[in-house]
Every structure is written in C-alpha cells, then in structure tokens.
T-cell receptor
Framework: KNEVEQSPQNLTAQEGEFITINCSYS?????LHWLQQHPGGGIVSLFM???GKKKHGRLIATINIQEKHSSLHITASHPRDSAVYIC?????????FGTGTSLTVIP | EPEVTQTPSHQVTQMGQEVILRCVPI?????FYWYRQILGQKVEFLVS????????KSEIFDDQFSVERPDGSNFTLKIRSTKLEDSAMYFC?????????FGSGTRLTVV
C-alpha cells in the first residue's frame, strides 16, 4: 500500500516546456514536501506546504487538501531541471515518500 | 547558505560491525531526521529527534538503530550490528520552521 502516489513516473520534455508532476496521498497530513534529487543522490527541499500555493522562481507548488492532491509545476523548463522530483507527506507522526518522478529536459 | 554536513560520504563495513553515521545540522535548527534510500527504491523515514529525544520512529528503526546528539552539534545514527540489507544511502535533515535542509548523504555498503 502506497500512502503517496506520484505521476508520471518518468517524464521527458523539450527545453522551454511547461511541466506538471502530480502527487496524490491517502493519509491525513500536516505538511507536504516537494524534494529534488540530483543524479549524484543529493536531496534538496523545494517546498513545504500545507495549503494553497507557493512559488519560487520557475517552480510553483499547489495543494488541494480536500482532494489530497498536490502538483509541482516547472515553467520554461531547462536541462538543469533534470532530476528526480519526490513528493513526501508528513502526517505528524511519520513521513511517507513517493517513488519519485524522473524528469529529463532535452535541449 | 547554511548546510547540513554528513560524514563520511561513503562507508564500507563488514556485516555484523557497528557503524556510526555523523551529521552536523544547521546550528539554529531544532528538529532532526534520518532517512534512508536503498538503491533504486524510494526514500524512507527512519526517525525524528527533537529536544534531545526521539519524537517519532518508523518500523525500520528497530533496536539495531540508535540516535544521539552527544555534544549539541553532532547528530549521529548508530547501527549496532549491520546487515547486508542496511546497505543504503542515509540522509540527515534538519529544520526549524519552514523547509528542510538535507545533507548530501552517506552511502553505506555492508559486505
């Protein structure tokens, strides 16, 4: 049983395209995180959100608590955005991670 | 920008040996975490630590695991008797209010 489901699993885009990665979860949460994992394995926290929408540069994250769904959008994608994007939820007691979306942006 | 530092970056150990993975969280952060990622699998939560004690732990974090903040700066994860299946990348993270900062990880290989 996966508490966090992400889609798509893999995504290839042309440079400049608008990208959306989706995350659905089945548990009650106190916060949802979007993380970026680079090929070397390092993890960077992109967003932590519990409601509404956050924007940082070309990245936008939204969450709909009622629908238990979040999206990560990348505008004007660039090859340096190529990474695995991971959705994770904090239930207050536990963290659950999605399996990640592997994004490749082609020049 | 402040960083979470993990050492060593790679550790190889024999099955049955004890290992200690070290992390230096960001100095004013209050919450500390260990996660692991077995190669090719998703990240898994191990334990959270606040106010010098474990606040939550997962089923993975059994009696073989322990955490300590021995000197107010380091945050360590000890595995008492390593098993082959403990081979993974171990990430430390810390946070205060908003956002988490992750360390670059320690790759543990048990042979």
């Amino acid at each position: 049983k996966n508490e966090v489901e992400q889609s798509p699993q893999n995504l290839t885009a042309q440079e400049g395209e608008f990208i959306t990665i989706n995350c659905s979860y089945s548990v009650g949460i106190s916060a949802l995180h979007w993380l970026q994992q680079h090929p070397g394995g390092g993890i960077v926290s992109l967003f932590m959100l519990s409601s509404g929408k956050k924007k940082h540069g070309r990245l936008i994250a939204t969450i709909n608590i009622q629908e238990k769904h979040s999206s990560l959008h990348i505008t004007a994608s660039h090859p340096r955005d190529s990474a695995v994007y991971i959705c994770a939820v904090n239930t207050g007691n536990q963290f659950y991670f999605g399996t990640g979306t592997s994004l490749t942006v082609i020049p | 920008e402040p960083e979470v530092t993990q050492t060593p970056s790679h550790q190889v150990t024999q099955m049955g040996q004890e290992v200690i993975l070290r992390c230096v969280p960001i100095s004013n952060h209050l919450y500390f975490y260990w996660y692991r990622q077995i190669l090719g699998q998703k990240v898994e939560f191990l334990v959270s630590f606040y106010n010098n004690e474990i606040s939550e732990k997962s089923e993975i974090f059994d009696d073989q695991f322990s955490v300590e903040r021995p000197d107010g700066s380091n945050f360590t994860l000890k595995i008492r008797s390593t098993k082959l299946e403990d081979s993974a990348m171990y990430f430390c993270a810390s946070h205060l209010n908003y956002g988490y900062t992750f360390g670059s990880g320690t790759r543990l290989t048990v042979v």
